[in-house]
T-cell receptor, first 112, second 111 residues
Framework: SQTIHQWPATLVQPVGSPLSLECTVE??????LYWYRQAAGRGLQLLFY??????ISSEVPQNLSASRPQDRQFILSSKKLLLSDSGFYLC???????????FGAGTRLSVL | GQQLNQSPQSMFIQEGEDVSMNCTSS?????WLWYKQDPGEGPVLLIALYKAGELTSNGRLTAQFGITRKDSFLNISASIPSDVGIYFCAGPPGANSKLTFGKGITLSVRP
């Protein structure tokens, strides 16, 4: 069966420091991958999605970037964190044209 | 872009009560999904609906795909404390794999 892993679960970083959040999917090939941010336990904002290795689409201009170095690996990065980058970051995957997305457990990022 | 509307933002019910939530759109959706997010966790899929008029159950949960294809309903019967969480509706705005999510309804259950 397929599983999705995100780490770390929580992260506290100072303003101006770099960021790297990792997401990996097991048990499937060629998944579509997504990064979302959720502020204050509310709606999900799609940040990036990827349909294949090296293919990244950005949904909103921001201080973050994403990369997909391997088929089942999706990385969210920043060179210099801002206070406004704090939030709950979720990775998700889906397969082909099926629209169901499956989410990881999330990373709680606090930028101080 | 297409939006999914969920209201109210929060609902408070007594344990044992039934609760109904709806999700509406100004555009037609061909798939409706309902997710639940427990505090501090990622959303988990509850029910997926693929046909107008479809009624699907998952335990105490029942969801329906509206006939107009512009709305969907989720009902929870005999609520229990573990039903607490945020309930999201979602659907694909077109032929690609991205999803549009509603803003979610936070459900609180008083014991």
């Amino acid at each position: 069966s397929q599983t999705i892993h995100q780490w770390p679960a929580t992260l506290v970083q100072p303003v101006g420091s770099p960021l790297s959040l990792e997401c990996t999917v097991e048990g499937t090939s060629n998944p579509n991958l997504y990064w979302y941010r959720q502020a204050a336990g509310r709606g999900l904002q799609l940040l990036f999605y990827s349909v294949g290795i090296g293919q990244i689409s950005s949904e909103v201009p921001q201080n973050l970037s994403a990369s997909r170095p391997q088929d089942r690996q999706f990385i969210l990065s920043s060179k210099k964190l801002l206070l406004s980058d704090s939030g709950f970051y979720l990775c998700a995957w889906s397969l082909g044209k099926k629209n169901i997305q499956y989410f990881g457990a999330g990373t709680r990022l606090s930028v101080l | 872009g297409q939006q999914l509307n969920q209201s109210p933002q929060s609902m408070f019910i007594q344990e044992g009560e039934d609760v109904s939530m709806n999700c509406t759109s100004s555009s037609i959706f061909n798939t409706w999904l309902w997710y639940k997010q427990d505090p501090g966790e990622g959303p988990v899929l509850l029910i997926a609906l693929y046909k107008a008029g479809e009624l699907t159950s998952n335990g105490r949960l029942t969801a329906q795909f509206g006939i107009t294809r512009k709305d969907s309903f989720l009902n929870i019967s005999a609520s229990i404390p573990s039903d607490v969480g945020i309930y999201f509706c979602a659907g694909p705005p077109g032929a690609n794999s991205k999803l549009t999510f509603g803003k979610g309804i936070t459900l609180s259950v008083r014991p």
